[in-house]
């Protein structure tokens, strides 16, 4: 709920958009702020690039799409108060975003690469719930996911020059 911080949900940031060395696919890094925990997302090209642009704060001479939306938003009278990775069914993560508007509270579905580049351009948190956070260690400690665990902790451990020579 906007306004006040659920115990189930942990606040993050963004640590680095990097691209996997092994499948060459963009990853956006969150980790929890104040510990080292980090949750690797998976996103497409294209979102990609809109939290890199983000990121660099690169202008553009025409709104992106993130960007008109947030206009849009700004211009209904909306306020986004957070995002929140909210979900992880089937190897896929879920997210809200959640935000304020004509005084009632709404939480609108989104694809997490979305609702991380939404937040970026509304300057406002992004937070994982627990769950989410037990979900993906659990996944990735399967057989099948096995290199998931070992990528978590490598993330983990990686230094702001190391992270620099993966980025997209």
């Not at 996103?43 to 799409?65: C, H, L, Q, Y």
């Amino acid at each position: 709920m906007p306004g006040r911080v659920d115990a189930d949900e942990v606040e993050m940031e963004i640590r680095g958009l990097m691209m996997d060395p092994v499948t060459n696919m963009p990853i956006v890094v969150l980790k929890e702020v104040g510990a080292e925990t980090v949750l690797p997302i998976w996103v497409g090209i294209f979102e990609a690039n809109a939290i890199a642009m983000e990121m660099d704060k690169s202008p553009m001479p025409r709104p992106m799409t993130h960007d008109l939306l947030v206009q849009a938003m700004r211009g209904l009278g909306a306020v986004v108060e957070r995002v929140v990775i909210s979900e992880l069914r089937e190897e896929t993560y879920y997210a809200l975003i959640w935000m304020q508007q004509a005084g009632e509270v709404v939480a609108m579905d989104a694809r997490p690469s979305d609702a991380i580049a939404l937040a970026m351009r509304w300057d406002c948190p992004i937070y994982v719930r627990r769950t989410v956070l037990e979900s993906s260690r659990q996944s990735a400690s399967g057989a099948q996911q096995g290199n998931s665990e070992e990528l978590r902790s490598w993330l983990e451990n990686l230094n702001d020059d190391e992270m620099g020579r993966y980025k997209m």
